[in-house]
């Protein structure tokens, strides 16, 4: 293993191995090659820890959740709520009652933009994105807009990849109802100033919504520091099963806004006349929930505790420099993005070989990447490119495999020469 110009990665502050061993995919071979599997960014593998306490559920546990008293459901209501306060004290956020479960990320900010936005942006005012947001926080704002009239305002980046913080400032108006940006750009790896954001979104009267899909996994969360009105995150990103994710909300703002999907479980009271809706989360948590899913994220968030965010957030950081300064001396190959502030991410860009051309290649060493434009292509067009490779770590990813990255570059490379 290279020593990528002094990155120490003697004594890693993590036992790596050890975590290996519980991700069962892990030991996967792919066409004879073991799997260096660096598609983190896109979804995260799973622990038999989480894999076994659903599996435990499902088969021993399950029942539906807040529609009986039979010991099964009374069991399940209570597994599942247990699981909403390992997310409230995941999040920092002061109450459980602050904390909504939807499908994922993009529902959760589908679910401010269509709740909050229909009620209180209207013609003439103003929303604001940056340039280097996912597809999923910048479509529903797109559209809120144009049925409301509203200004989308966009916050510039620059070459480096970091917002320009300047522009930022002269956005903000009177007008300005909302401002939405990521915790961390899932196709730079770029860590935004998300608590300056809020503060001066406050000062202007506006509300303020952080897509966390790409940092939850990866850096520890205060969402009352930030400050916040909204911080959304996705499970499949954090070890946990797909199909599960949710929100904080402030409680003053979220007993403000309207049911978002309505049916059982978010009422009060129904008549035909008049249904009256209950108070947040429930208002927005219609219909039976993803409750295997939900005790799988609770299994998830008690994995990574146990590890510490801290610890996992330092190894990450050493596996981003480390890989870095590997892959920055390799001639023919830039790196995309390169803010003073990132996540274990690495956008790779070749004159070469298109990112589609690469990852076929690197699958053939066994390696997993993703290539395109990773659901945010306003961010490929400010800096040039029709897609990027990205390569995106995890507390289980090693050295060595990185290693292994930069050879089968060097290769691709040369084949493409």
């Not at 975590?19 to 792919?30: G, W």
């Not at 909050?116 to 559209?143: C, L, M, Y």
């Not at 510490?308 to 023919?332: P, Q």
Request: proline share 5%; charged share 25%.
């Amino acid at each position: 293993m290279g020593d990528a110009n002094t990155v120490s990665t003697e004594n890693p502050c993590i036992d790596v191995d050890k975590i290996r061993a519980d991700f069962p995919v892990l030991s996967k071979e792919i066409g004879g090659k073991p799997l260096i599997y660096l598609d983190n960014g896109a979804t995260t593998q799973k622990p038999w820890q989480v894999i076994n306490r659903v599996s435990q559920f499902d088969s021993e546990e399950y029942g539906t959740v807040r529609r009986g008293s039979y010991r099964l459901c009374e069991n399940s209501t209570r597994l599942y709520e247990e699981a909403r306060q390992k997310v409230a004290d995941f999040l920092g956020a002061p109450t459980c009652h602050e904390i909504v479960f939807t499908s994922g990320t993009t529902q959760a900010i589908n679910l401010v933009a269509h709740s909050f936005g229909r009620k209180f942006v209207n013609t003439g005012d103003e929303v604001i994105i940056s340039n280097i947001e996912h597809h999923a926080n910048t479509v529903p704002w797109q559209v809120l807009c144009e049925e409301k009239g509203a200004t989308l305002k966009v916050i510039p980046v620059a070459d480096n990849g970091e917002l320009i913080m300047e522009e930022y400032d002269k956005l903000l108006t009177d007008k300005t109802r909302i401002v939405a940006v990521n915790h961390v750009s899932n196709a730079l790896g770029t860590i935004n100033p998300i608590k300056e954001i809020t503060r001066k979104a406050h000062a202007a009267g506006a509300k303020v919504l952080i897509d966390g899909a790409q940092s939850t996994p990866h850096m520890k969360v205060d969402v009352k520091n930030i400050d916040c009105d909204f911080y959304t995150f996705s499970g499949h990103k954090m070890y946990a099963p797909s199909g599960i994710g949710g929100m904080f909300g402030k409680m003053e703002v979220m007993e403000a806004m309207p049911p978002y999907v309505t049916g059982g479980d978010m009422i009060m009271q129904v008549t035909l006349e008049k249904t009256t809706y209950a108070k947040p989360p429930a208002r927005f948590e219609a219909g039976t929930p993803p409750i295997s899913q939900v005790i799988g994220l609770g299994a998830a968030i008690d994995y990574i505790n146990g590890i510490g965010m801290d610890k996992i957030f330092e190894y990450e950081k050493s596996l981003l420099d480390y890989g870095t300064r590997l892959l920055s001396d390799i001639d023919g190959l830039r790196i995309i993005g390169n803010a003073k502030e990132k996540a274990a991410l690495l956008s790779i860009y070749l004159e070469s070989a298109h990112p589609h051309d690469i990852i076929t290649m690197l699958d053939q060493d066994g390696i997993a990447l993703r290539g395109g434009h990773h659901c945010a292509q306003p961010t490929m067009i400010r800096f040039g490119v029709p897609a990027t490779a990205r390569a995106s770590m995890a507390f289980y990813n090693k050295y060595e495999e990185l290693d292994a990255l930069a050879e089968s570059l060097k290769k691709i490379i040369k084949f493409f020469s």
